[in-house]
């Protein structure tokens, strides 16, 4: 066979092709030394002598009909005498340690952010922890680290990663969206641990944080983040209302004869939707609905009342609002709602900062969602670091 219209696949610094071999689905490609390019130390690239020698062979992409490429080469081994390691010479375009070259690599990498790992090995008749090894280095080289330099808000939440409740903490950037931090844990110390890890200049441009109610993250803000201003979650709010009325709902159910709780059953969709989503021809029934049962109308206005509290641009005026809901809450002796407007009154200061700061958990939901996705290609995530580095990639790349 002749290798001169083919030797251009193959040209690798310091080796020449010597002979390819072809069989009914793999193939050899035999390499030499090019006598004119010393060997040379991986780490330093400094010429190393040629005290031992050796064979070694990688993995190359399919080509043509050909599924498996083995390329064999020759290697050098010995002490470079200019970082004084000991080291095993191979071409840049191979990873140091794995039997691959980097396009291989790549070309998994690729099809692993689209197809499950199991399914991408089947295609290239490897395993698929070989499938999440590659894809790990590939993106480990290509994703940079995280610049930490002058964000204005942080994102933080915990994300159930695998069976029996194994969470993690994640930190994005609010702005952009960008993957900072993961540890697993979803205590106040897996973020202290990154906090603490900031400068000062760096822990001074944050003027806010976002979170859920949850007291272990507000402590560890607190005490790492003196000067930043704590956004609880919007969404987590509103879905703490909408529980109020659900609960609402329940107790009404439990004391209604068994004609009215029929009615009361049916009616959990017209309560939990806002009034502006509501289809037109659903309303008569929430009106009658309301009409029936006093506790459940009250429920329903102040869930929509409560919305409101979004609406102010001044952090004075919205607290004075939401004091205002919060004592008609308490008024109406829902008891859902005395314990939510309990709740909320300790937390005053938080719920209005978002006035001021315009933090939201949308960006960090979308996340949450690629979370899930990601676990499900991946048939499953036991690394954590593997986990990261792919999180990582997909929100730099949708930042950029």
């Known amino acids: 066979m002749k290798t001169i219209n083919i030797k251009a696949l193959y040209a690798f610094e310091g080796y020449v092709v010597d002979e390819i071999e072809c069989a009914e689905s793999f193939a050899q490609v035999k390499l030499r030394f090019d006598k004119r390019i010393p060997p040379k130390c991986p780490r330093c690239h400094g010429v190393i002598p040629k005290n031992k020698t050796g064979k070694s062979c990688v993995m190359d992409s399919p080509l043509a009909h050909l599924n498996t490429i083995w390329i064999l080469f ?68 290509d994703t940079p680290p995280p610049n930490l ?31 900072l931090h993961m540890q697993e844990g979803k205590k106040g110390e897996s973020l202290a641990v990154f906090l603490r890890s900031l400068s000062e200049d760096q822990k001074r441009s944050i003027q806010a944080v976002g979170m859920d109610r949850g007291g272990a993250y507000k402590r560890a803000v607190e005490q790492n983040l003196p000067n930043a201003a704590i956004v609880f979650d919007r969404f987590h709010l509103v879905m703490n209302v909408n529980q109020a009325v659900d ?44 009409a029936a049962n006093q506790s459940l109308s009250t429920a329903y206005l102040l869930k929509e009342q409560f919305q409101s509290v979004y609406h102010y641009k001044s952090e004075g005026w919205a607290k004075r609002y939401l004091l205002q809901w919060c004592a008609l809450a308490q008024e109406s002796e829902l008891k859902p709602f005395v ?12 719920i209005v900062s978002y006035a001021k700061h315009k933090i939201t958990s949308g960006k960090i939901e979308s996340f949450n969602n690629q979370i899930a996705r990601i676990i499900h290609r991946s048939c499953g995530v036991s690394n954590l670091d593997y986990l990261f580095i792919r999180l990582r990639h997909a929100t730099v790349m949708r930042s950029a």
């Open 74 to 141: 020759p290697t050098v081994q010995g002490r470079c005498p200019n970082c004084l390691h000991y080291v095993t010479s191979r071409p840049k375009e191979f990873h140091p340690t794995k039997k691959a070259t980097w396009r291989y690599m790549r070309q998994i990498s690729s099809w692993a952010s689209l197809a499950p790992a199991n399914q991408v090995g089947s295609m290239f008749g490897i395993s698929a922890s070989s499938v999440r090894i590659y894809d790990q280095a590939v993106l480990g080289r």
């Open 149 to 179: 330099d002058g964000i204005r808000a942080l994102l933080v939440d915990e994300k159930s990663v695998r069976k029996q409740h194994n969470y993690v903490t994640v930190v994005l950037n609010a702005d952009t969206g960008e993957l």
């Open 247 to 290: 609960e609402t709902r329940r107790i009404e159910w439990n004391k209604a004869s068994k004609e009215d709780k029929k009615f009361i059953k049916g009616g959990r969709f017209l309560l939990l939707t806002n009034a502006s989503n509501l289809a037109e021809k659903k309303q008569p029934k929430l009106q009658e609905l309301m």
């Open 339 to 350: 314990r939510l407007a309990k709740g909320f009154l300790k937390s005053t200061k938080e």
